[in-house]
């Protein structure tokens, strides 16, 4: 069943319970006012009629006749009948009725009043004290009237429960088609979506906190899927480019020593290009591994960025003899603890840290710690040539290499690799470039 339809079973299942209610309550309610209201207006005849029967010879025949007229406007004399104390009939044009009974007489006569209804008539009884003796007067009139006024609420209460119920059944679905509607964009949105375009975001405009947060959910988990979907490109594309230089230096070279005898020399020469191209290849297969995950499972734990980053800068000083400088200007060192995978940092910063340097042509580079808002910044600046306006918004592209690098050995992926490490730990990579170098910034 759909959540729609099922949102509007349950509003009708609640109204219905909550109109039953109301109904039953206005229901009983207006009974026992009008019932309270019957019995009140046939005790005042009963009153008069004990009067006409009882007082006829005290008091004026005047007054008597318009006594007479009142009692016949409002009760018929066949409805009246008078008990003596005996329980006889005494006067009355009653005829024998089944359902007074001489108990209903002796209660009367005992508690000055009485009252009782059956399924056609109310009764009302009076015990009145006369000259002549002590007198029950009993009278009744129909409830024809009575049962017609309740017959016709009920039916009203009824036919409103009803239309209610139906009411409410059509508006609990347009509220749930407006309710649902963002969710319905959302599916339709989302099978939209194939290989291409899996990664949009959904865009829902002026819905609710709750659709809001859905959304903002799905987005950020689509993100990240992108981002392992980048990733696993990545290492692909890594593979066939980073993989294919080592091997086919390696296979040139030994074609070539083997076309002609070599000195001892020479092979010691053809020797240590093999160690080298192979050392090359070793390295790349372990980034590689890293970044697939086939080495060891990507895990984060507690390290220090200042250590990682001290590490790299001993390993570049002694290899290639680079000139770095450092300027640390921290004074909460605690935010030199981050979480993060220590391997893929080193491979990433060193990215950053080696293109400073090649591009620079070994000048020296300044690296700078810095805190702002409690947060950990990385400054790294280097005086070389410099990344173009054009190629600034290219630049962590797959093997996209700067109009301006072409005399510089690379394949335009390191970049990009440190550009996806960075994400993965959360820290924003912001390049710039003028005339003077280029300086790149790392927000933790």
């Known amino acids: 069943m759909k959540l729609k339809n099922r949102f509007s079973l349950f509003a009708v299942l609640i109204f219905s319970v909550i109109i039953i209610i109301a109904s039953a309550v206005i229901y009983v309610s207006f009974y026992k006012k009008v019932e309270s209201q019957e019995f009140q207006s046939l005790e005042s005849k009963t009153l008069l009629a004990a009067i006409y029967y009882l007082e006829k010879d005290e008091i004026p025949s005047s007054e008597h006749e318009s006594i007479k007229s009142k009692l016949l406007k409002t009760i018929s004399r066949s409805n009246i009948i008078v008990y003596d104390s005996l329980g006889n009939r005494f006067d009355g044009e009653m005829r024998n009725d089944v359902n007074i009974h001489r108990s209903f007489v002796d209660y009367v006569a005992r508690n000055g009043t009485g009252r009782f209804e059956s399924d056609k008539y109310f009764y009302s009884g009076l015990y009145y004290n006369d000259n002549q003796g002590d007198f029950v007067i009993v009278t009744r009139e129909s409830k024809e009237d009575f049962n017609t006024q309740m017959t016709s609420l009920l039916n009203i209460l009824t036919i409103v429960s009803i239309s209610g119920v139906l009411l409410i059944f059509i508006f609990a679905q347009i509220l749930g088609n407006i309710a649902y509607n963002p969710i319905f964009k959302i599916i339709r949105q989302i099978q939209e979506r194939d290989s291409k375009n899996f990664h949009e975001p959904i865009v829902i405009n002026k819905s609710y906190t709750e659709v809001e947060t859905l959304v903002n959910t799905y987005n950020h988990f689509v993100e990240r899927i992108a981002e392992t979907f980048s990733v696993q490109k990545n290492f692909i594309d890594y593979v066939s480019h980073e993989l294919r230089t080592p ?26 290009k093999l160690k080298q191209y192979t050392i090359d290849l070793e390295e790349t297969l372990e980034q590689m591994m890293i970044l697939s995950g086939a080495n060891q499972t990507i895990e984060v734990e507690k390290i220090r960025i200042d250590e990682v980053l001290w590490h790299i800068i001993e390993e570049v000083t002694q290899q290639k003899r680079a000139r770095i400088n450092v300027n640390i200007e921290v004074e909460d060192e605690s935010l030199f603890t981050i979480t993060g995978n220590e391997k893929l940092l080193q491979v990433a910063i060193n990215n950053i840290i080696g293109n400073a340097i090649k591009y620079s042509d070994n000048k020296p580079v300044k690296v700078e710690l810095l805190e702002e808002n409690n947060k950990l910044k990385i400054r790294i600046h280097d005086a070389g040539i410099g990344i173009s306006e054009k190629d600034l918004s290219k630049i962590t592209q797959n093997f996209y290499r700067g109009e301006n690098t072409h005399s510089y050995q690379g394949k335009g992926i390191g970049l990009s690799l440190a550009n996806i490490i960075f994400k993965l730990h959360k820290i924003d990579i912001k390049i710039s470039s003028n005339g003077d170098g280029t300086t790149v910034l790392l927000s933790f």
Do not use: F, G
Request: proline share 0%.
């Open 247 to 272: 091997i086919t230096a390696l296979l040139v070279t030994m074609d070539v020593t083997n076309r002609k005898e070599r000195t001892n020399e020479e092979y010691e020469d053809v020797i240590r």
